[in-house]
């Protein structure tokens, strides 16, 4: 029996905490153990060599084998693999030195067998928007703006289909039942990095992957790097195969600290989205805020998916003061919040996507030069209100 199994029946909060410790008794640890070999003994040159080719080509590890080397498989990874894939509601889960690396391994595995054409729905993550429009990973791309556009949009040629939702940074809300019809047989990869399994795992709703950017949510204290992908078994194999040899492997440290973040996930992303839900409603028709983009205001959410495809509707917002001018003082005014890239942490962040996260990004996919894109984190929400009002009221 695996931990999946036995842990299926608990609560999201319970799993959260036990997932991807089974082996902890029989090693008479209670902490989860890090292990920093780079390189592991071999009992015999033929079982070494048997591991190595079976690990190298993306396969599991077979019991008592040597790992053989840091960048095939590790412990302590391993070990958060299998918690993420519990919460993920997947078979696997495949961990990496960022949430780039994790999305171009996807790519790269997806794209693997001649078919490397990929359709991405707009909004997304400037990072994925900017590889793929570079032609970085030897794809050829077309950026679509409606799920509707998607059909007629994917070729033979086509290895992937890729969406985010919520997307960054507007929050808009896409329909992923909607969405995996749409890509019909082409694997789809959905971004989960905002909504954290917490509160949607696509992979129920027919995506093939879900990836995150383990540096936000998942870590969730601003010290860690990091990315991993929910899948099955099969493609699980077939990226930890294009890990090996890309080298994009989750540093143990790393690993240990994001698998740590697991346990304290679902309680940060909950007090962090009631936080976020106060602070949405009080700016909403604040004097100087012409818009409030947050998932938890109805007209933000048309499709109703906020109660049934995501249990909640997230700590991430984004606001329009107007002008670049204004936006910028914002920036500048606000005490408590962080003037910082990057999300997803205990403490509030906000940025100004169109200069930052979304300055790689194609002109007409640019979010206006108003908006600002704010993390909600774990501070007491009207001392959050207060701030971002002086702030506005500044600007
Ligand atoms: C930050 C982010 C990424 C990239 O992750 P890194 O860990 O910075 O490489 C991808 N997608 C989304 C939605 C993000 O917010």
Known sequence: MTDSDTQAHLHLETRAVHAGRADLEAL???????DLSTTNPLTDIDSGGRSYGRLAAGGEI??????????LWNPTTARYEEALAELEGAEASVAFSSGMAAISSVILAAAGDGRRHIVVLRTIYG????????????????????????PAAVTDQTGLVIAETPANPTVELTNLDTLATAAGDVPLMVDNTFAT?????????GAQFAVHSATKYIGGHGDVLGGIVACDNDWARRIR????LTGAIAHPLASYLSHRGLATLPLRVHQQQSNAQAVAEALQGMPGIERV????????????????QMAGPGAMMAIDVGTYERAEAVAAAAKIFTHAVSLGGVDSLLQHPASLTHRPAAAEAKPNTGVLRISIGLEHPDDLI??????IAAA
């Open 386 to 391: 207060a701030d971002l009002a002086q702030a």
């Open 28 to 34: 008479g640890v209670h902490a989860l153990p890090i």
């Open 293 to 308: 983009m947050y998932p938890g205001l109805p007209d933000c959410d048309p499709e109703g998916l906020v109660g049934t």
């Open 62 to 71: 077979e019991q008592n084998a040597s790992p053989v080397y840091q960048r």
């Open 241 to 244: 195969h294009v890990r090996s």
């Open 127 to 150: 990072g994925t928007e900017s590889i793929l429009s570079a032609g970085t990973l030897a794809t050829e791309v077309t950026f679509v703006d409606r799920v509707d556009e998607i």
């Open 197 to 205: 399994p917490v509160l949607q795992q696509p992979l129920r709703h």
